[in-house]
């Protein structure tokens, strides 16, 4: 074998270029059962984002149910989620563009089952004793007020609606009991969201389709309900963060509920959108259930009566949409090596088998970065996680002395967390040379209720020390160089990425990704689902206007010496346009190296082939100009503002 190639840190050729990537890459989501059949979601970038509907047969054969130009994708919360159901082969789904719900036959084109008008609908179940549909819905019926949520009844044959729960902010996991007669569900109201406290109501349906008897079983204001489902034998489970921890809870009558099997560990996600999974039946008596700790995800089977939890071991360090029939199983999983896949599991035989992935890769594993799982001190004595991927290219070495660029990733949400997913983005970093930092900083989900509490109030305060903090415990540790860190997020991440370069000048470069530099702005204008969540992470608002202006990273620019590119969907609803182009004037007038990539057609995230593949190669190109080092491809340039070299 030829010795590596000794070159700099950012230079080294690469098979995993962005071309690769949103050639060979697709979105996958929504997996559920329909009988023998297998349905999910793909998202493809090539198709412009469409969002299809396929199906799995027994035979193997993937077939193509929703056809050009359907897009089935909510637009309810924005972040949408649940925009189907199947049940024998009959469709129900929602068309991103007009946001009308439909319905199709087996071997028919799709038909409008709601008329046009200003209704959004998510979360579907099938109440087959009244020829319905229950379902959230959202109305944007009246401009000079905030949108109604709701929980409606949808005729399957004309598609009528009719309200059935109605008063509260927001409402989701409307779930029918195995017999029809008892429907649950979850309410919240402002300012709270789903992850802070909701609660679990319960009501009897009466022969005309009607609620009587409505109750609330569970939650409160600062309890985090989640996940209703029945057992197949009509027993009420949810998930619970009561404890300190998501755990799984099942509901009894005058009785004081406790966890099924309290374990330090989180059985759920947080609930930025419809129809997650992470526990379903196999039978009356065993869950099979995901949960993570330290950063990884776990599957195994939980006995209930015995209150025995037997790990199954199997190779995914991630683990999502969990569905079961019996004891046939599927899930979207993927490791620290594979991208995810939808996987068929028989526990039956404990046999796996990859249905799809969403990367069709043939590229040598010595091209791939593995992550180690990282502690690391932080402010006021405590401790953060993050998970450190290493320059890996089995082509070059480095030359002594020399230490690579690093490139720190702030997540979403904030209300989010790093997984050790397999990621052909973050690869393409590392195999150039670059090291890669996916920090899980205070307010991360997945290490209980109080490290996710750490950020109430602090917002642009615990986050950033908690990124910077993990920057320079790796240059510390010389791993990486200290004077060539560089940050990048997106939304809620993005806004850490411009807290932490205004604020403190540990990074010489950033990458925000729609993100928030005007903390008034967005708590004056954002959408409903998210106008109130600011009261919990900065403060009230106008009351607390004061401490929202000390943490805008535009109100203080003058602090601000790095270059920044800003990257922007024009359509954005939740972070609008405006937010990058204020940073962006004041730093063209400050005089600061700075870029600005705007995209027509996209919104809270980029959907688009093309669109994915710029921004990912304009980052490199700016980090290239300002850390002065050559790609060893040809990238199209990006116009830097006040650059010279």
């Known amino acids: 074998m030829p010795s590596p190639t000794i070159a700099p840190f950012g230079s080294w050729k690469s098979p995993i270029t962005s071309d690769l990537i949103v050639a060979q890459s697709i979105g996958l989501g929504g997996v559920v059962f329909d009988n023998n059949d297998i349905y999910w979601l793909e998202g493809r970038p090539q198709e412009k984002g469409r969002s299809v509907l396929v199906k799995y047969s027994p035979d193997g054969q993937i077939t193509e149910i929703t056809p050009q130009p359907f897009n089935v994708r909510t637009r309810v ?16 789904f929602v068309n991103f563009q007009d946001q009308r719900l439909y319905q199709k036959l087996p071997n028919e084109d799709p038909k409008a089952l709601t008329p046009e008008n200003q209704l959004r609908y998510a979360d579907f179940v099938l109440d087959v004793a009244n020829n319905r549909l229950i379902s959230v819905c959202e109305d944007h019926s009246h401009a000079d007020q905030e949108c109604e949520n709701k929980i409606v009844a949808i005729d399957i044959n004309t598609g009528a609606i009719t309200p059935l729960i109605e008063g509260d902010d927001f409402y989701s996991s409307p779930r029918l009991s195995p017999d029809g007669k008892q429907l649950a569900w979850i309410s919240w109201n402002h300012p709270n969201m789903p992850w802070d406290g909701t609660k679990l109501w319960l009501g009897n349906i009466e022969s005309n389709g009607s609620l009587k008897d409505i109750q609330c079983i569970a939650g409160y204001i600062d309890e985090s309900i989640n996940e209703p489902k029945w057992s197949p034998g009509g027993q009420l489970y949810y998930v619970s963060d009561q404890s300190g921890w998501a755990n799984l809870y099942c509901y009894q009558s005058n009785a004081n509920n406790a966890p099924i099997f309290p374990l330090t560990a989180e059985f759920s996600y947080p609930h930025w959108v419809f129809g997650l999974s992470t526990y379903t039946f196999t039978s009356e008596q065993e869950i099979l259930c995901t949960y993570t700790q330290d950063g990884r995800w776990y599957l195994g089977t939980l006995n209930i009566p015995d209150k025995q939890l037997s790990i199954l071991e199997l190779p995914y360090s991630n683990i999502a949409s969990l569905r079961s029939q019996d004891k046939n199983v599927v899930f979207l999983g993927s490791s620290t090596i594979e991208p995810t896949s939808v996987v068929y599991l028989d526990l039956n035989l404990s046999q796996t088998k990859v249905l799809k992935t969403s990367s069709n890769i043939d590229v040598d594993s010595g091209y791939f970065s593995e992550p180690e799982f990282i502690e690391f001190p932080t402010e006021k004595g405590l401790t953060a996680y993050a998970w450190y991927y290493a320059p890996k290219n089995k082509d070059y070495s480095f030359s002594n002395g020399e230490l690579p660029p690093l490139l720190v990733k702030s997540h979403g949400g904030p209300t989010a967390a790093a997984t050790p997913s397999f990621s052909l983005k973050i690869q393409y970093w590392t195999s150039r040379g670059f090291g890669y930092l996916d920090v899980n900083y205070g307010g991360s989900t997945g290490f209980g209720k109080a ?84 009261d919990r992470l900065i403060g009230k608002y106008p009351e607390e206007k004061e401490i929202y202006e000390q943490r805008s990273p535009i109100n203080y620019t003058d602090k601000l010496s790095c270059p920044v590119i800003f990257f922007q969907g024009l359509e954005d609803k939740v972070v609008p346009p405006n937010q990058a182009e204020m940073m962006l004037y004041t730093l063209k007038n400050k005089g600061i190296p700075v870029a600005y990539v705007p995209f027509e057609g996209e919104q809270h995230g980029f959907r688009q082939a093309d669109n994915i593949k710029y921004a990912l190669d304009g980052e490199f190109y700016f980090y290239s100009r300002i850390f002065n080092f050559t790609p060893a491809e040809s990238l199209q340039p990006i116009s830097i503002l006040n650059y010279d070299s």
Do not use: M, P
């Open 77 to 92: 919360h924005e972040y949408g989620g649940g925009s189907f159901l199947v049940n024998d082969g009959v469709v129900y």
């Open 451 to 534: 490290y996710r509490q750490r950020l109430d109030k602090n917002w642009g305060v615990v986050d950033v020390n908690d990124c910077i903090n993990g920057a320079k415990y790796l240059a510390a540790q010389g791993k990486v160089d200290g004077d060539r860190l560089a940050i990048s997020g997106g939304s809620a991440g993005g806004y850490t990425t411009l807290a932490a370069l205004t604020f403190d000048d540990t990074f010489k470069a950033g990458a925000s990704y729609y993100g928030v530099s005007d903390l008034e702005s967005l708590a004056k204008d954002t959408h409903k689902f998210e106008s109130r969540y600011l």
